[in-house]
């Protein structure tokens, strides 16, 4: 792998959104451009992606749900047509948190800088990607849209022993080659005129 380039300061954009009519919960969201499933860097921002939300759980949800009660949830998508990529963070707010969640998401990504990912997130997000692997598809409509997934983002469909070696090359080091061009994205308001 290269060189990790210098570090740089995060370079997140902000839209807003104002709905013009009353809604009792607002979104904040995240967008940034990332590189499809033949990138040797895909796994690595799979991982990322992991140790800042999976559900409940990542950094973002632990402190914004479960410590600090300033969401209903969040979610993360990484979606790719093959030659394009892209994540994206979904987060369903109060309108009268959302002064203070939107304090804590960007610390909390600013933090992914300052406080890279450790050895034991990084093999907690191995771990993950390789159970969802083995085992999140379950019907055979679910068991087609995976192997799909993988034929568009691969052009083919990869050995498991392939799939392995890829997740078992990301290292501590890899995820935070990672984190400025994560952090180059565009922070997402979606507000309205209250409840």
Do not use: C
């Not at 093999?123 to 034929?151: D, F, K």
């Amino acid at each position: 792998l290269a060189a990790a380039p210098p570090p740089t300061e995060p370079t997140m954009r902000e839209l807003v959104v104002d709905l013009g009519v009353p809604a009792p919960q607002w979104q904040l969201g995240y967008v940034v451009a990332a590189p499809p499933p033949d990138d040797p860097d895909w796994f690595a921002w799979r991982a990322l992606l992991y140790v800042l939300t999976h559900g409940y759980e990542g950094r973002l949800g632990v402190e914004a749900i479960s410590r600090r009660g300033l969401i209903y949830y969040v979610d993360s998508a990484y979606l790719s047509d093959g030659v394009d990529g892209r994540v994206s963070l979904v987060i369903g707010v109060d309108p009268a948190k959302l002064d203070a969640m939107r304090e804590l998401f960007d610390e909390t990504m600013e933090g992914l800088a300052t406080s890279r990912p450790s050895d034991a997130e990084v093999a907690e997000a191995r771990s993950y990607l390789r159970g969802r692997r083995l085992s999140a598809a379950q019907s055979n409509a679910e068991i087609s849209a995976a192997l799909l997934t993988e034929w568009v983002g691969h052009g083919r469909l990869l050995s498991d022993e392939e799939f392995e070696s890829a997740l078992n090359a990301v290292s501590r080091e890899h995820v935070a080659r990672v984190i400025p061009a994560f952090l180059a994205g565009t922070t997402v308001v979606v507000k309205g005129t209250g409840p």
